[in-house]
C-alpha cells in the first residue's frame, strides 16, 4: 500500500461520535447542616375565679430541616413528625381539631417538602 492510499483510508474512517462521554462536572459538598427540634407546645390559657382554663393547645413533634450546598446546587428538606390542635372549654370536653400519627406514638414522619435548585 502506498502512502497517499494509507492518508486516504485514514480521513474516510467513519468515527462513531456517539460513543464519547462527558464527564460529570465535579461537585463538592460545601455545607452540610441539620437542625431537629423534639416537640414544641403552646397553650392558650385564660384565668376564671382563680381556675387556669386552657383554650387551644397545638403541639408540634418532631421538626427536621436538612439543608446541603453544593458547588453547583442546594437542597432543603422539611419533615414534620406529628401535629395537634385541640380545643378545651368550659362546659364541654376537650374536641381534637387535628391529630397526626405521631402523636399518638407512630414512628411516621410527614415529609413537608423538598427544594432542590
Do not use: W
Not at 7 to 16: E, G, L, P, S, W
Amino acid at each position: 500500500m502506498n502512502e497517499s492510499m494509507a492518508v486516504t483510508q485514514i480521513a474516510f474512517m467513519n468515527i462513531d461520535v456517539s460513543t464519547k462521554t462527558e464527564e460529570e462536572p465535579i461537585q463538592f459538598t460545601e455545607l452540610v447542616m441539620e437542625v431537629s427540634i423534639e416537640a414544641i407546645k403552646m397553650r392558650v390559657s385564660r384565668t376564671n375565679n382563680g381556675i387556669v382554663d386552657t383554650m387551644i393547645a397545638l403541639e408540634l413533634y418532631s421538626l427536621t430541616a436538612n439543608c446541603t450546598s453544593k458547588t453547583f446546587g442546594s437542597s432543603v428538606d422539611l419533615k414534620l413528625g406529628g401535629v395537634s390542635l385541640s380545643a378545651d372549654g368550659q362546659g364541654y370536653d376537650k374536641l381534637d381539631l387535628v391529630k397526626t400519627p405521631m402523636t399518638e406514638e407512630a414512628l411516621l414522619h410527614l415529609h413537608i417538602f423538598t427544594v432542590t435548585i
